[in-house]
T-cell receptor, first 116, second 116 residues
Framework: GDSVTQMEGPVTLSEEAFLTINCTYT??????LFWYVQYPGEGLQLLLK?????DKGSNKGFEATYRKETTSFHLEKGSVQVSDSAVYFC???????????????FGKGTKLSVIP | GAGVSQSPSNKVTEKGKDVELRCDPI?????LYWYRQRLGQGLEFLIY????????KSGLPSDRFSAERTGESVSTLTIQRTQQEDSAVYLC??????????????FGNGTRLTVT
């Protein structure tokens, strides 16, 4: 079945540091890939997405490129801020039809803490 | 507009009792999902509704778990004879379905269930 593996946390960075959170996936077909973010005390929110190979999703200074050859969708940000402290989830949604075709499969989440 | 609303936000119950968790999706969203998030774990898919029918119940962990949706709107997740391992945050999400797999899921803030 489909699966998502992301780097174990927690990750602690100083403000303005460079961030990478690794994400790799296993799936048949041509999934869409997503990063969701969960800020403290809030629900999951979509951060960015990419729907086909070589697409780059971007939002709020975060970027991730859909790499089919390495089955990866690593999240990056050039300069993190304290307000970026949250839990980040990588997810995929597959194109297979039939029951369960549109559910998201999530990674376990990576907690990021940014200190001033 | 209003997002996905879940109630109650917190529920403490004694082992063996039944609980009902409610989800109000975004108006017009035909797809509705329930996920479970245990402490320190990723999100586990429970069930998916398209309209009022549930073509995918594959994630329900046991026959103590059931869910229904009415009026292509509100959904209720029921857990009978709760056990301590049922303690988790239960998340509801909705999306516009169509035939595309890249429409994002919009999540509620979840119901934190604690079974004592």
């Amino acid at each position: 079945g489909d699966s998502v593996t992301q780097m174990e946390g927690p990750v602690t960075l100083s403000e303005e540091a460079f961030l990478t959170i690794n994400c790799t996936y296993t799936a048949t077909g041509y999934p869409s890939l997503f990063w969701y973010v969960q800020y403290p005390g809030e629900g999951l929110q979509l951060l960015l997405k990419a729907t086909k190979a070589d697409d780059k999703g971007s939002n709020k200074g975060f970027e991730a490129t859909y790499r089919k050859e390495t089955t990866s969708f690593h999240l990056e940000k050039g300069s993190v801020q304290v307000s970026d402290s949250a839990v980040y989830f990588c997810a995929l949604r597959n194109t297979r039809t039939g029951a369960g075709s549109y559910q998201l499969t999530f990674g376990k989440g990576t907690k990021l803490s940014v200190i001033p | 507009g209003a997002g996905v609303s879940q109630s109650p936000s917190n529920k403490v119950t004694e082992k063996g009792k039944d609980v009902e968790l409610r989800c109000d999706p975004i108006s017009g969203h035909t797809a509705l999902y329930w996920y479970r998030q245990r402490l320190g774990q990723g999100l586990e898919f429970l069930i998916y509704f398209q309209g009022n029918s549930a073509p995918d119940k594959s994630g329900l962990p046991s026959d103590r778990f059931s869910a229904e949706r009415t009026g292509e709107s509100v959904s209720t997740l029921t857990i009978q004879r709760t056990q301590q391992e049922d303690s988790a945050v239960y998340l509801c999400a909705s999306s516009t379905q169509g035939q595309r797999n890249n429409s994002p899921l919009h999540f509620g803030n979840g119901t934190r269930l604690t079974v004592t």
